[in-house]
């Protein structure tokens, strides 16, 4: 274990003098080499190449350009991209992409645009042969000047962020020591594809810290790297896009009516408009009165399922009592359908309207949010202090230490 330590220390030495971490700095596509047009990059003066060495950050997003959108590339579903990296330097022409002993996997999100909020994973790649370090994902980047990704055929069209992403693994043998190179493109894809994605996962929160796909010993007993043991790339599975139909589909349909009326009309007409008014009358009659029986009650099935307390982030919600967090709101919302929402602004923080707190009873106690989680007022706090103080982010938590609670 020693020799780990002092190789961590050697390595961390060597990159105090060379300063060679590494950042995207094109996406080429179609013969095209680009520099950072559609990369959300960093504030000015910012270094652009370091890691991000906490899973917790809000800069696992997309490092610190975070939220700030840049005009989209104009892309098409199944259109592949090659990401090009080089080192820390700004100017992109550093001497390296990548120390070689940052092993590690590469990985693509995608969320819609340009809030990007909700991410499916669309790519990853770890080691290729256990045992063989030169297969890692990382490797291969040093030897190509980056890596290739290809957008799935089914992509829905519309605007969408991609956040690209290698892990680096040489220290991540102690908790919080991986490193995370994170960045994101602006695109809008075009066609008309529709679809839902699946699975989600939202950064941060994505990872946890501890699972094996970040703190993972990649050395043996003498220090040198094996890559023997089996790795597992975080972020869960590979996911995609549910079709809900398209464009195309109904075009055929038209014309299909249209040549045959006259052989159909004489056999249709006989047979259809028997069955269809005894059907059509009785079951019209009865329709009405369910169904202004369900708008007059529908308040009492919403308050029923209201009933259901403590829901966790982005999960349904009719009002903010419902949410541990506090905040039942559309923001952030890809389906504009109300939900939980983690560091919600307040002020629509305004929940369906079909119920009011008063509605819902018994009304649980609140108070169980723990320091830092999101909160929208004091009494949900454990320590009952809902305050930005301190904040990294700008939005409220359960604070410790201050008395300038809501």
Known sequence: ??????????????????????????????GIKTGLRNIRTNNPGDY???PIMSVYSS???????????????T??????????????????????????????PCLVYAAPGPAATEWVKLFHEGIGKKGDVSSWCTRKLIRNGGFQFTLPSN????????????????????????QMYVRCMDINVTGSNTGVA??????????SGTEPGIKYDLYGDDGNVQ??????????????????????????????????????????????SPVASPKVSPAVSPVPSPAAISIASAPK?????????NLKDWDFCDINAQCVNGCCSREYSHDNKFKCTPGGTRSKCTGTGLLTAAAVSPRPQLRNLKEWDFCTSSSQCANECCSNEYSDDGKFKCTPGTENCL
């Open 1 to 30: 274990m020693l020799s780990k330590y002092l190789l961590s220390l050697s390595v961390l030495a060597w990159f105090s003098a060379a300063n060679a971490h590494t950042l995207l700095w094109g996406v080429d596509n179609a």
């Open 48 to 50: 652009q190449g370091d």
């Open 59 to 73: 800069e696992m997003r997309c490092n610190k350009a975070g939220g700030t959108p840049v005009t989209p590339r």
């Open 75 to 104: 892309v098409n579903p199944g259109q592949t991209f090659f990401f090009r990296f080089v080192n820390g330097q700004t100017d992109g022409s550093g001497p390296e992409i990548l120390d070689p002993s940052h092993v590690g």
């Open 155 to 178: 992509m829905p069209a519309g605007r969408w962020v991609l956040r690209i992403e290698l892990i680096a693994l040489h220290n991540a043998f102690e908790e919080n020591s991986a």
């Open 198 to 207: 699946s699975p989600i996962v939202h950064f941060p929160g994505a990872y």
């Open 227 to 272: 890559a023997f043991r089996d790795y597992i790339i975080p972020g869960g599975p590979v996911g995609g896009f549910k079709s809900t139909g398209s464009a195309p589909p109904p075009s055929p349909l038209v014309p299909s009516p249209s040549p045959s009326p006259k052989a159909v009309s004489p056999v249709a007409s006989p047979k259809i």
């Open 301 to 309: 099935p919403t308050a029923t399922n209201a009933l259901k307390f």
